[in-house]
């Protein structure tokens, strides 16, 4: 079946822009997780939902970075005043439950870069 | 702090040798333990996981990883590298919350 994908696949924008990152989960799969992902770390956890409601957004650098996933499906990124350090990839997971053990599946990632 | 540590940036191996990559972790009760790789171009693919019970857990692609309580280490090894095995794996913990805490990530190269 199809995996998480991510739209778009690159983006450039201009500091002080704002930009969307879509993220499309599997189907059924209740819980959805963001990443970000800078040059040559780890991936770093931004914030988690279960359903609609983000139940743990502590990973949110500032509030220029809010999420929603409105009706439990997709969810969508949303970066306000972009500035050069928000230059990521940014990487969307869905698991089938919240439970900590289950797997993560993972999508390619959007690759922001902010002039 | 929760923490995973990957104390290797980069790995290489000739092609057909064994492979170890190396994972500390720092949680207060024993985590929930896993192994991701990323190929270029392609999102992260578990390769394992440990949550309990036996210590030495069998992966994908011929992996296997050993849980050490006494070292908080979950190493990943795999027997007999090939080419295609090259790749920036992570090491990545969860305990009684939901997100992962990935590893800096080893990048392993493997020479024909």
């Known amino acids: 079946g199809a995996g998480v994908s991510q739209t778009p696949s690159n983006k450039v924008t201009e500091k002080g822009k704002y930009v969307e990152l879509r993220c499309d989960p599997i189907s059924g799969h209740t819980a959805l997780y963001w990443y970000r992902q800078s040059l040559g770390q780890g991936p770093e956890f931004l914030i988690y939902?279960?359903?609609?409601?983000?139940?743990?957004d502590s990973g949110l650098p500032n509030d220029r970075f809010f999420a929603v996933r409105p009706e439990g499906s997709v969810s969508t990124l949303k970066i306000q005043r972009t500035e050069r350090g928000d230059s990521a990839v940014y990487l969307c997971?869905?698991?089938?439950?919240?439970?900590?053990?289950?797997?993560?599946?993972f999508g390619p990632g959007t690759r922001l870069t902010v002039l | 702090a929760q923490s995973v540590t990957q104390p290797d940036i980069h790995i290489t191996v000739s092609e057909g040798a064994s492979l170890e990559l190396r994972c500390n972790y720092s949680y207060g009760a024993t985590p929930y333990l896993f192994w991701y790789v990323q190929s270029p171009g392609q999102g992260l693919q578990l390769l394992l996981k440990?949550?309990?019970?036996?210590?030495l857990v069998q992966g994908i692609k011929g992996f296997e990883a050993e849980f050490k309580r006494s070292q908080s280490s979950f190493n990943l090894r795999k027997p007999s590298v090939h080419w295609s095995d090259a790749a920036e794996y992570f090491c990545?913990?969860?305990?009684?919350?939901?997100?992962?805490?990935f590893g800096g990530g080893t990048r392993l190269m493997v020479k024909p």
């Open positions: 939902f279960q359903g609609t409601g983000a139940a743990d």
């Open positions: 990545a913990g969860n305990n009684a919350g939901n997100m992962l805490t």
């Open positions: 997971a869905s698991s089938i439950s919240g439970v900590p053990y289950n797997e993560q599946f």
């Open positions: 440990y949550f309990s019970g036996d210590t």
